[in-house]
């Protein structure tokens, strides 16, 4: 059953939900999606050793994925809710290339500042939810 449950699975991720490709003349610069996860490094994982600096910088790095999900390029931003080492952040978006995946991933502040490390992959998103719950 969980073999069948995985085939599914990879079978799903592997089909493109992209609209059919429209002609030459009028399509528009291709997008792939990517995901980069992100993790703080140890020395926050305790309250107590957050600055006025970190949270500056968390800051930043927060408008700026707000700013890109207005803009159209985020697909969704958000992170786990466990205080232990296994949080993470992740964010899903397009680029154009790998290479303009890792620039927009570097240029992150919190990864820039050195606050959070981080680490891309290709991504494809299989479904999504039209409707959000009420």
Known sequence: MNRIFLALVFLLASVSLAPAQESPSTAETPVEQYLYVLRLVPRLLEAKNWTAQDNQIVGRHFQRL??????????????????????FGIVIFEAASPDEARRI??????????????????????????????
């Open 105 to 134: 991933m570097e240029e992150d502040p919190a990864v820039k500042e050195g606050i959070m490390t981080s680490e891309l992959f290709p991504y494809r998103v299989a479904l999504q939810r039209k409707n959000p719950h009420p």
């Open 66 to 87: 707000q700013s890109m999900t207005e803009q159209g390029t985020v697909i969704l931003a958000g992170r786990t809710l466990n205080p232990d080492p296994s949080s």
